[in-house]
């Protein structure tokens, strides 16, 4: 039998990634002191990799796919297929990013400044060629953690750090002098593996459960009663992916709806239902959308 051999993203990622994975059919068991989780499906085999060494794992062919940072991809130049982007689709998720950040009573400003400066961060070659590409000469030290502690002690003169708010950084002193690069979770196969018909479809099947499971985090399913005399006016109160569904009740003047919203309006929705008339009112989780 065929098998596909999927990479699971160890760290901070890795909960996130199986729980993701579960929302989508399939369930990841982690085995304690094994680098080898049981997943519930025998065409597939797990391996715990960290975020970091996924691409070159899967452009060497030891994994077939890999969910990994898309930052990563960049650092290691692993020449591999990207599946699909797995993030959230709502515009007020912001993304994560590596971004340049000094001491904030530095006399730096821009990239231009680090002209001689030493700089720590462990996204160390895909910062080389971003200096590069601004014709900036500067020495680039790897970071084995604690990477602001190095700037706010004076060790280096500018830091590469991932984050999200900034608030982080803020918090030590630091001000941020520029983005370099914007990075989100991605799906990655090997080419060769997405370039045989049964691992492709395999994959594809993934890739579109897991897309169906993150879009299914941000709606729940509304179904409520209502008098057909108010339906006009519950309707104008509905989003909806299309138009919502409606059905008779059994012998009744009363009328069956259901729509997909999005999770963030219901608070406000509710309310306004009922108001026009809905009863019954139950809110559901949904545990895909394709």
């Not at 030891?62 to 993030?87: H, I, M, P, S």
């Amino acid at each position: 039998m065929p098998e596909l051999r999927l990479g699971i993203p160890k760290g901070s990622l890795e909960k996130a990634t199986i729980e993701l994975f579960s929302h989508a059919g399939w369930t990841i068991t982690s085995r304690s002191r094994n680098y080898f989780p049981f997943i519930d499906d025998d065409e597939m085999t797990c391996a715990l990799v960290r975020a970091q060494e996924m691409g070159p794992y899967v452009d060497s062919g030891t994994l077939d796919v890999g969910l990994t940072g898309q930052d990563w991809v960049k650092e290691t130049n692993a020449d591999v297929e990207t599946v699909c982007d797995l993030v959230y689709s709502k515009a007020s998720d912001k993304p994560a990013r590596w971004v340049l950040a000094v001491p904030k009573d530095s006399p730096i400003q821009s990239v231009k400044d680090l002209e001689g400066k030493k700089i720590s961060t462990e996204l160390v070659g895909y910062t080389k060629r971003w200096l590069e590409e601004n014709g900036v000469n500067a020495e680039v030290a790897f970071s084995w953690g604690a990477t602001e502690a190095k700037v706010v002690e004076g060790l280096v003169d500018a830091v590469v750090e991932i984050t999200e708010t900034g608030s982080t950084l803020k918090a030590h002193g630091l001000r941020i002098v520029c983005d370099i690069l914007h990075t989100h979770t991605i799906l990655i196969a090997n080419k060769d593996a997405f370039a045989d018909p049964w691992k492709r479809r395999k994959i594809e099947q993934i890739a579109l459960l897991l897309k169906s499971a993150l879009a299914a985090h941000e709606k729940v399913l509304i179904k409520l009663n209502v008098a057909k005399d108010k339906l006009d006016g519950v309707v104008d109160q509905l989003p909806s992916l299309n138009a919502p569904t409606v059905s008779h009740l059994h012998e009744s003047d009363w009328l069956a709806l259901e729509t997909v919203v999005d999770r963030a309006q219901v608070r406000d929705l509710i309310p306004k239902l009922k108001e026009a008339g809905a009863e019954g009112i139950l809110e559901l989780p949904l545990h895909k959308v394709s």
